[in-house]
């Protein structure tokens, strides 16, 4: 049975757990990232108030398979997504268009505010599952980070 759960419910790490294994395809992900997702984690688990408010863990039954968080900083303007993974052996079932979905039920809630946006890679299978829920291309910029690989960044919004 699928359920959302609190960051607090889980030991640290398990948002790196998540993440690693989310992008486990292609080993370059890590090397690019692993200090972002160290970071990530330990903030929210440093944070959990924060963690809690503004993020949600994926589960089947007790086990965690996916996160996503969002940074609310700029609202009532914008709410932006931020991380947004689902384990490698749970990808393509539909499990990431139903946290995703959670979220944004979450985020509408917020008083006056204007859009949600999120930022992904054109050569990844996120750009679907945001258009599946809603989200809508306004932006596209070429990408020559060391990350170019993964396509050039897609920037995304709903309207409310």
Not at 77 to 82: F, L, N
Not at 132 to 143: A, D, H, I, M, Q
Request: charged share 30%.
């Amino acid at each position: 049975m699928i359920n959302f759960r609190k960051f607090s419910e889980f030991p640290r790490g398990t948002m790196y757990d998540i993440l690693q294994d989310a992008y486990s395809f292609d080993s370059r992900n890590k090397e690019i990232w692993d200090e972002n997702w160290h970071k990530s984690d330990d903030f929210f688990y440093d944070n959990p108030m924060i963690a809690d408010k503004y993020g949600l863990v994926t589960c089947i039954d007790d086990y965690p398979i996916g996160f996503v968080a969002w940074d609310p900083r700029n609202a009532p303007e914008y709410v932006e997504i931020g991380h947004n993974g689902i384990r490698s052996a749970y990808k393509r079932k539909g499990y990431g268009h139903l946290q995703l979905q959670e979220a944004i039920g979450r985020i509408k809630t917020y008083d006056d505010l204007k859009k949600i946006i999120v930022c992904t890679n054109s050569n990844l299978i996120a750009p679907r599952n945001y258009e599946s829920v809603g989200f809508k291309l306004y932006g596209r910029k070429e990408n020559h980070s060391e990350s170019a690989y993964t396509g050039d960044y897609l920037y995304y919004e709903i309207i409310l």
